[in-house]
T-cell receptor, first 115, second 112 residues
Framework: EPEVTQTPSHQVTQMGQEVILRCVPI?????FYWYRQILGQKVEFLVS????????KSEIFDDQFSVERPDGSNFTLKIRSTKLEDSAMYFC?????????????FGEGSWLTVV | GDSVTQMEGPVTLSEEAFLTINCTYT??????LFWYVQYPGEGLQLLLK?????DKGSNKGFEATYRKETTSFHLEKGSVQVSDSAVYFC???????????FGTGTRLKVLA
């Protein structure tokens, strides 16, 4: 069964450092997403991406964050200057279609620890 | 705005017990409704979904019925197993957006 894959599974970084989280969405999917889950809290939407541009973003997704699809298979989330509060599990997801009713498939997550 | 409310956890049950995890929602229109499951150390997996009122989603012995009149999508299973221990999330996609809104999650622990 096709799946979304993410790397790294766990990364520890110093506060102020840049981090890039990588994802390979399901191959025929067109919509890509990043969510995050701070330990013990709810899953929060960060950004959606379609046709090489951001289609929607949350208030969490400020100038510190950026996304990119550098080639035909990868989808990345960059956090420019990490803060302690960025420590969370980051989930990449993809879907065939966009909008309500389309099923989103999630990767296993990248656990980011900022120290 | 749209929202999802789940019952507080953790829920602790003995094996073969009946499970209900409550989920109610507030939404504009009638969005599709989803249950996702997160097993320990893993990502979110789609468990089941329903796309319109009175639809019943089912998978792996779990069921949930889309109830428009009570704005609910409660998750049920007749006989839980230890392997069902996980965190369960109710979710919906608000109309006109690309995102999902998730409930806070309900942790289920099943004891042998």
């Amino acid at each position: 069964e096709p799946e979304v894959t993410q790397t790294p599974s766990h990364q520890v970084t110093q506060m102020g450092q840049e981090v890039i989280l990588r994802c390979v969405p399901i191959s025929n999917h067109l919509y890509f997403y990043w969510y995050r889950q701070i330990l013990g809290q709810k899953v929060e939407f960060l950004v959606s991406f379609y046709n090489n541009e951001i289609s929607e973003k949350s208030e969490i997704f400020d100038d510190q964050f950026s996304v990119e699809r550098p080639d035909g298979s990868n989808f990345t989330l960059k956090i420019r200057s990490t803060k302690l509060e960025d420590s969370a599990m980051y989930f990449c997801a993809s879907s065939l279609g966009g909008g309500a009713g389309n099923t989103i498939y999630f990767g296993e997550g990248s656990w980011l620890t900022v120290v | 705005g749209d929202s999802v409310t789940q019952m507080e956890g953790p829920v602790t049950l003995s094996e073969e017990a009946f499970l209900t995890i409550n989920c109610t929602y507030t939404a504009t229109g009638y969005p599709s409704l989803f249950w996702y499951v997160q097993y320990p150390g893993e990502g979110l997996q789609l468990l089941l979904k329903a796309t319109k009122a009175d639809d019943k989603g089912s998978n792996k012995g779990f069921e949930a019925t889309y109830r428009k009149e009570t704005t609910s999508f409660h998750l049920e299973k007749g006989s839980v197993q230890v392997s069902d221990s996980a965190v369960y999330f109710c979710a919906l996609p608000p109309a006109g957006t690309y995102k999902y809104i998730f409930g806070t999650g309900t942790r289920l622990k099943v004891l042998a």
